[in-house]
């Protein structure tokens, strides 16, 4: 069963999966596509032909513009906002024309991977990729990619540490540590090499 609020717009072409809640005021545009499980909080957006995974988690007031993809098992905390454009202008140089809100060739991408976790109130830059099980923290601005399993906060965020899958910080990074083992306290195992994490 798909449950999709009255108040939702949900426009042509949206595909979405069984099992996915769409609460009040989601507006889904054309061509976007929803996996299985998820939930749309209220007042959320997704943009054009936008594409988001199985059992993703998204909170309420989340603008998720053109060019995002969504991997599975993702959450998105209230209040972040997606970017795709360097160089925003809303006129021509002559002031008397719009410029289209499509998307086009300049319109840049960003890639959230499975499991990863968007704290609240965060704001993503575009082409980067957000790694598999990383954690932004909240009220981050992210200007680069974040690699797998990284923790980073701040304005522009920064690489603190180490999370695991279950969610917890395993480890902090320090200078001039190279290959280390270290284990969750929910027993997962890790190998971090030059701040490169895996599981072990
Ligand atoms: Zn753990």
Excluded at 6 to 31: F, L, M, P, Q, Y
Excluded at 159 to 171: D, E, N, P, T, W
């Amino acid at each position: 069963m798909v449950r999709v609020h009255e108040t939702a717009i949900i426009e042509d072409n949206v595909k979405i999966g069984e099992g996915t809640s769409v609460w009040d005021n989601v507006h889904i545009r054309h061509g976007a596509s929803i996996g299985d499980e998820c939930i749309v909080g209220e007042k959320s957006y997704i943009a054009y032909d936008v594409k988001i995974g199985n059992r993703v988690k998204i909170n309420a007031m989340v603008y998720i513009c053109a060019e995002v993809t969504i991997e599975d098992g993702v959450m998105i905390s209230a209040s972040t906002t997606f970017t795709n454009d360097r160089f925003p202008r809303a006129t021509f140089p002559d002031l008397t024309t719009l410029r289209p809100s499509e998307p086009d060739e300049h319109t840049l991408k960003t890639l959230v991977r499975e499991g990863a976790t968007i704290g609240a109130g965060c704001t993503i830059g575009n082409d980067l990729e957000i790694g598999r099980w990383a954690m932004v923290g909240m009220g981050s601005l992210v200007t680069r990619s974040v690699p797998d399993f990284h923790l980073v906060i701040g304005s522009p965020a920064r690489s603190i540490g180490a999370v695991c899958k279950c969610g917890q910080l395993f480890h902090r990074f320090e200078e001039g540590e190279n290959n280390l083992e270290k284990s969750c306290g929910c027993g997962l195992e890790y190998v971090i090499e030059d701040r490169s994490v895996r599981e072990k």
